[in-house]
């Protein structure tokens, strides 16, 4: 397979889902990801990414297959994983610092500690000016922020993204692509994006599964040996637009297989 | 000239219309003062018996006060309880429905036999007549939550009670401020439909509802219209207190409560 030869962070075996009628969402597919990677799942509307993502969380139940997050069921592994939704999901009656110390305050991290790992956040996303503010008082790019910032205050090694960045411009999305990635080399943890967008999974990851829809299953596996640290000017290399080429190429058989 | 300055002009221009059009009707037709006394002896009334009627409006504000507040409690802890589960919904809250449909005026002699006459009973009459309102409005605050929210709290190990206290309960506010709003009306009018049943402990001292039997028995007109003036500024307050309530609570978070100024 076309895992890098590492510590496994992920391990799925068999894993299927059927909704509750019986017909298949997803069909049974082993996958292994290992520690440290960055893979993107890509693939058209209803070929189950969401739901592969969910089923990791432990956030809906398998119907059949074994799923090992570093070596645990996935419920047990919480405390490893943030979720990123595609929208902030902020709470509106808490500023943005609280927003962000949601996390912490449910795993009943102490008081001191909360507040610092917040500041500590802000700081790294560029929010501290606004650390009082209510979320509907944000841009959609800053709550966006907010929700990265919340997300990785519990020190997260495994980061599960659902389409974060897809309600913003493109232009701010190559943003946040590019702050990811810095945020990624600070931190080091291991990363599961899902997108509907080509240069956006070739910029970011490490490796795409492309999967095909009705019912979902695994279509390809493409490493993508882009050397890190990636910078904007990454988007204009002649290899960016050649593994671009040949993920388009693959993602147009997903749809018509 | 301050913004709020015109309009409030205006609404007491179509006051001022509106006793000129209530003279105009008894000199032209020649009404009885007893039947529909001048604006002016009302006003007398209102002076010459303030006393009285102060203390007939503090009476009915606590009662309406008291079955209110009582309501906001044990209303939103019904809610919290209905929250837990469809099935529980399904089979409680049609006699929630009930709560609202029965009407007080049937029920309020039965209360008072059993409670026995007083403040006591009344506001038992106004806090059921507030109920319905609070619990269907706070149990529908509490269930609406986005399923994606009730994720991410679980994405964090959260208890069921950290996903109630810490994201429904609050998600719920707005939504138990529409209810106060509308039980506050409920309550106002449930303390005087009672006290009309109460009576009073004390002859002659009662609260508003009493206030109004005892004078329309008497034929005392003018004190009646004044008492029903305290009555419609009794409701008026109290929606009042609740709308500055709600934005006080809202304003920084909340799409309905934009800054006072905004508009």
Redesign the interface.
Known sequence: MSSAAGIPMIQLAGVAKRFKQGQPVLDPLDLEISKGEFVTLLGPSGCGKSTLL?LI?G?TPLSSGTIRVDGMNPKNA??L???I?Q?P?L????TVAQNVC??L???RVAEKRRLKKVEELLELVGLTHVSKA???ELSGGMKMRVSIARALA?NPRLLLMDEPFAALDEMARDRFNEELLRLREEQKWTAIFVTHSVAEAVFLSTRIIILAPNPGRIHAMLPVDLPFPRTATLRTAPEFDLLAASVSRALRGAITT | MKRWLIPAANAFAVFLALLALWQAVIWIFHVAPYMLPPPLAVGKALLARRSLLLNALTITAEEAAGGLLASVVAGTAIALFFAQSRWLRRMLFPYTLLLQTVPIIAIAPLILMWVGAGMSAVTLIAFIISLAPIIANVTQGLISVDENFVQLFLMHNASPAQVLFRLRLPHAVPSLFVGIRIASGLAVIGAITGELYAGSSRVGEGGLGYSILYASTQLQTDYLFALVAAATVLGFAFVFIVMFLEWYSLHRWHESARPLEAD
């Open positions: 969910k969380a956030l919480r405390e994983l943030s979720f939704f929208d999901t709470l509106p009656w808490r949601l996390g305050e449910l795993e209510y979320p509907r519990t």
